[in-house]
């Protein structure tokens, strides 16, 4: 006699996102376009506060996909037509126009306030269907055959659920702890610090150019420059803790004194009123090992992230959820979990994605690649290339592939003392530890 099949288990839900912030929310919504049974579980009350403003064209089209995009271009939020990049004292600057890519239809994209933008993606999700437990934490994942249990905790008291998979994206905590999890691969940058706040009055550019994210490079470190709404604008200071301890003050007075050694910055910030708190930020550069298992994938912060100078973190984190929904509905519709191949091309792509990123953070920080990246000229369309990156196109096709070497290839030699490009002077930075600190 044959022995019957043993029953195929019967889950609560298709899949359960931990984390309603963009990744979550855009995961969801694409889920359950697929008409997937979805519980999206975010530990926090929506609208909320949560820095990374700043939006890349390159995410539009899978905003556009999940459905939100006409939401957000009814918001009424600032549109994002480019960059523009200043050394401290000003004299170096540099502009980046998406629209002068390599890739078409990357025009623009929007400064965004992350409370409103998140509560608007995550309200999509629910309106498609997805149900959506807010102040609510998942405290333990435990594989079980074919799936996940994920023990939950809220107002409502504790609760158990089982999903056939789980999405973390649930950000830099890692809310569910696993062995795997906390294997990172090694750093290819030091521990990096923010100190930001949102402020009245300061200063912008104007027509196109007063949407753009202004960064200004310091000796050690950048400030990023957000206008959000037409009153308030984002700005923060980004540098190493050991800058900071090296500084010998506490993060919101270097904040201002690196300010003041800026003259660029004393132009922006005259007059200005910060009108929040101060808020911090550790700990930018990290990625997992692995990003998944069977019936796990990481998105976005919770698989890793690099640092907030190309303002990739909200592309990262969608493009990481489209991905991994598009796997996950194909197994479940074959009834399977994910193939070792699977993983390894999710894992591939969203590290090959953030790896183009790093090599141009790189760049940025040292300061003989930066004076290549100021200066980079149109010939061989190799100005088109770095634009379409800052863009957030990170996927490396041939006419991107070999321009973006040969500018890897020129910053190579400008480290070695062949001068392509002419020097940047910084003035002075409260960053050099070298220097003395001027007066707050």
Not at 63 to 88: C, D, H, N, Q, T
Not at 184 to 194: E, G, V, Y
Not at 369 to 389: D, Q, T
Request: proline share 5%; hydrophobic share 45%; with cysteine.
């Amino acid at each position: 006699m044959v022995a019957a099949a043993a029953p195929a288990p019967v889950f609560d839900y298709d899949i359960v996102v931990i984390g309603g912030g963009p990744g979550g929310s855009t995961a969801a919504a694409l889920a359950r376009q697929r008409q997937l049974r979805v519980l999206v579980i975010e530990k926090e009350k929506f609208p909320r506060f949560h820095i990374g403003e700043s939006l890349l064209p390159m995410g539009n089209a899978i905003l556009r996909e999940s459905g939100v995009w006409p939401k957000i271009e009814a918001m009424g939020a600032v549109r994002k037509y480019g960059a523009l990049f200043f050394s401290a004292n000003g004299v170096a600057e540099k502009e980046i126009v998406f629209a002068d890519g390599l890739v078409p239809g990357l025009d623009y994209t929007y400064q965004v306030e992350r409370a409103h933008f998140d509560q608007l993606l995550l309200t999509h999700a629910r309106e498609l269907g997805a149900e959506v437990r807010e102040e609510t934490r998942a405290t333990a994942a435990d594989a079980i055959p074919g799936g996940f249990r994920i023990q939950l905790s809220g107002a409502e008291g504790e609760r158990t659920v089982t999903a056939a998979f789980v999405l973390d994206a649930s950000g830099r905590e890692n809310l569910v702890k696993t062995a795997q999890q906390r294997t990172l691969d090694p750093s290819p940058f030091p521990k990096r610090f923010a100190v930001y706040s949102h402020f009245r009055g300061v200063r912008r550019p104007t027509g196109r150019a007063a949407g753009h994210t202004i960064a200004v490079r310091l000796d050690n470190g950048w400030f990023w420059v957000i206008p959000i709404t037409p009153e308030i604008t984002s700005v923060g200071l980004v540098t190493t803790a050991e800058a900071i301890r090296r500084a010998g003050a506490r993060p919101e007075e270097v904040f201002a004194q690196a300010v003041a050694a800026s003259s660029k910055l004393r132009e922006l910030m005259d007059g200005t009123t910060a009108i929040m708190p101060y808020h911090i930020t550790n700990d930018y550069s990290y990625f997992r090992r692995e990003l998944g298992t069977d019936r796990l994938l990481r998105v976005g912060d919770a698989g890793g992230f690099f640092d907030p100078i190309f303002s990739s973190g909200v592309y990262m984190t969608i493009s990481g959820a489209k991905l991994a929904v598009e796997l996950v509905s194909r197994a479940l519709a074959e009834k399977r979990g994910l193939t070792s191949a699977e993983l390894s091309r999710y894992t591939h792509t969203v590290k090959g994605h953030a790896g183009t990123f790093q090599k141009l953070i790189a760049a940025f920080y040292d300061n003989d690649s930066f004076a290549v990246f100021m200066s980079s000229g149109k010939r061989w369309g190799i100005e088109k290339a770095i634009v379409s990156v800052v863009g957030g196109h990170a996927r490396q096709t041939w006419p991107m592939w070999w321009r973006f070497k040969v500018f890897l290839a020129v910053c190579w030699l400008q480290r070695r003392g062949v001068h392509v490009a002419p020097p940047v002077d910084y003035q002075t930075s409260v960053l050099n530890p070298h220097r003395a600190l001027p007066a707050a």
